[in-house]
């Protein structure tokens, strides 16, 4: 199980491959994304791209999916308040093995919350050729482990908020 005191800049996790199909491609484009390159063949072939690639909506899914499978499931990950930096670096064809990780850029206790912690993952997918297609930096909150001692927090310094009371070990 993953908490976040298990997370640290520089800290990087290897999640899994994807393969991506012509038919995944268009179902998701079809209901999602319906730009031609997505959808028709004969159009995505006249098209800067020279043929049908993949959403880039779809292709963060396809690394949500492996970050999930890779490590979510056995953490103590209570969500995410957002994403920066999202980038698509090179077009995600039929055919294409994509191979997923995070590398922990920062991490940080959560001020208003001492019970977690925010982890900055710099998410990744890359080609079969190494060539990186996608990336984002992402915020997941993480659960602390419990500790026996009481973590006083404000929100505000001028005017102190309560103090959290002492967690104990499960």
């Not at 005191?5 to 290897?14: A, H, I, L, R």
């Not at 292709?59 to 990950?77: E, K, N, P, Q």
């Not at 001692?149 to 104990?168: N, Y």
């Amino acid at each position: 199980m993953y908490y976040f005191e298990d997370f640290k800049p520089g800290d990087v996790f290897e999640l899994g491959t994807v393969t991506v199909t012509l038919d995944e491609i268009v179902a998701f484009g079809e209901r999602y994304d319906p730009q031609p390159f997505h959808v028709d063949q004969d159009r995505a072939q006249a098209s800067p791209y020279g043929g049908i690639i993949a959403s880039g909506w779809q292709t963060a899914g396809l690394f949500m999916r492996c970050y999930v499978d890779g490590l979510l499931a056995d953490s103590a990950c209570v969500g995410s308040p957002g994403v920066d930096e999202i980038r698509y670096h090179q077009p995600v064809r039929p055919g294409d093995v994509l191979t997923a990780r995070v590398r922990v850029v920062g991490a940080a206790p959560s001020l208003g919350r001492p019970t977690t912690g925010i982890v900055q993952p710099r998410c990744e997918l890359v080609d079969s050729e190494g060539r990186l297609v996608f990336s984002m930096i992402l915020h997941s909150i993480f659960e602390r482990r419990r500790t026996r001692t009481a973590v006083p927090f404000s929100v505000d310094p001028v005017h102190p908020g309560p103090v959290a009371p002492p967690v104990t070990a499960a």
